[in-house]
Nanobody
Framework: QVQLADSGGGLVQAGASLRLSCTASGRTTGRINRYCMAWFRQAPGNERVFVGGISWSGNTTKYADSAKGRFTISRDNSKKTVYLQMNSLKVEDTGVYYC??????????????????????WGQGTQVTVSS
């Protein structure tokens, strides 16, 4: 079973940058290289929403409109790690960020799932707070 550990959150001012990391561990981590990975954000009182995702090949990425041009998702399959580089942070980016894996998609290396229901396992979440 694969476990995901996400980290890198913090308290920053608007306009700053953060890089979140998510590393897979467990007895079957080799399979994670055939999973697409994504980051979701959940603000207090709101549902978990898709922020950005990356196919297992690493060649295809998708972003929420709010993240386009500011956030970059990437992965290093040799390290079983996915990253979310967040630049020009805004107050509305505040929330708990969760990484998640969906798959395996052995025959579809470019697929990126968009719905939370397609994903599992999930990381424990890392808090990002952006102050004005």
């Amino acid at each position: 079973q694969v476990q995901l550990a996400d980290s890198g959150g913090g308290l920053v001012q608007a306009g700053a940058s953060l890089r979140l990391s998510c590393t897979a561990s467990g007895r079957t981590t080799g399979r994670i290289n055939r999973y697409c990975m994504a980051w979701f954000r959940q603000a207090p009182g709101n549902e978990r929403v898709f922020v950005g995702g990356i196919s297992w090949s690493g060649n295809t990425t998708k972003y929420a409109d709010s993240a386009k041009g500011r956030f970059t998702i990437s992965r290093d399959n040799s390290k079983k790690t996915v990253y979310l580089q967040m630049n020009s942070l805004k107050v509305e980016d505040t929330g708990v960020y969760y990484c998640a894996a969906a798959g395996p998609y052995n025959y579809n290396p470019e697929y990126v799932a968009l719905q939370p229901s397609e994903y599992g396992p999930w990381g424990q979440g890392t808090q990002v707070t952006v102050s004005s």
